[in-house]
């Protein structure tokens, strides 16, 4: 069964990092293309950034370039989103989702608080 | 970059008639490789999003049949053949041919 559980959320304030986890479990991530979407409270889903599946290459939306990196751990069969100088508009759920032909898994997300 | 429009923002339906969502994108969704990279998801209140349509027209597993998916180029549409109270959320589209965009959202209410 796949599995795709989200951590490391929480209340942070203006300028400071998280690093955002996905356990993954039930499938290999050198086989799929990786993401993290982000959801806005009360907003619409916003696609943030990929992995590769061989891990050649990540791509970012451009609201995230140069303060977000994704990255993952094989061996622990784990995704990251490191997320730096925080501002209240990334305020969201992070969601992780694995991408077959088409997001078809996705995890159950982690909140983010940008707060002062 | 591409923008994926969709239509109406809000659709007030009725249990048992059908109801149909558009999607249009602001350039061609055929990739290099052949396939058109258009997926449809359904997001109740308080969950993660739901697969329901990838490549168009193909359904993800578990999805009732009610459900459908077309279009070619620019325009897609989600169709639902007969509103269940179920049904109830919101949808988005997703175009993941050059990078990944969602549609803005359609809020389906009875």
């Known amino acids: 069964q796949v599995q795709l559980v989200e951590s490391g959320g929480g209340v942070v304030q203006p300028g400071r990092s998280l690093r955002l986890s996905c356990a993954v479990s039930?499938?290999?991530?050198?086989?799929?293309?990786m993401h993290w979407v982000r959801q806005a409270p009360g907003k619409g889903l916003e696609w943030v950034a990929v992995m590769w599946f061989d891990g050649s290459r990540q791509d970012y939306a451009d609201s995230v370039k140069g303060r977000f990196t994704i990255s993952r751990d094989s061996s622990k069969n784990m995704l990251y989103l490191q997320v730096n100088s925080l501002t209240a508009e990334d305020t969201a759920v992070y969601y992780c989702?694995?991408?077959?032909?088409?997001?078809?898994?996705w995890g159950q997300g982690t909140m983010v608080t940008v707060s002062s | 970059d591409v923008v994926m429009t969709q239509s109406p923002p809000s659709l007030p339906v009725t249990l048992g008639q059908p109801a149909s969502i558009s999607c249009r994108s602001s350039q061609s969704l055929v990739h290099s490789d052949g396939n058109t990279y258009l997926g449809w998801f359904q997001q109740r209140p308080g969950q993660s999003p739901r697969p329901l349509i990838y490549k168009v027209s193909n359904r993800d597993s578990g999805v009732p049949d009610r459900f459908s998916g077309s279009g070619s180029g620019t325009d897609f549409t989600l169709k639902i053949s007969r509103v269940e109270a179920e049904d109830v959320g919101v949808y988005y589209c997703l175009q993941g041919t050059h990078s990944w965009t969602f549609g803005q959202g359609t809020k389906v209410e009875i």
């Open positions: 989702v694995r991408d077959n032909s088409g997001f078809d898994i």
């Open positions: 039930g499938i290999s991530l050198s086989t799929h293309h």
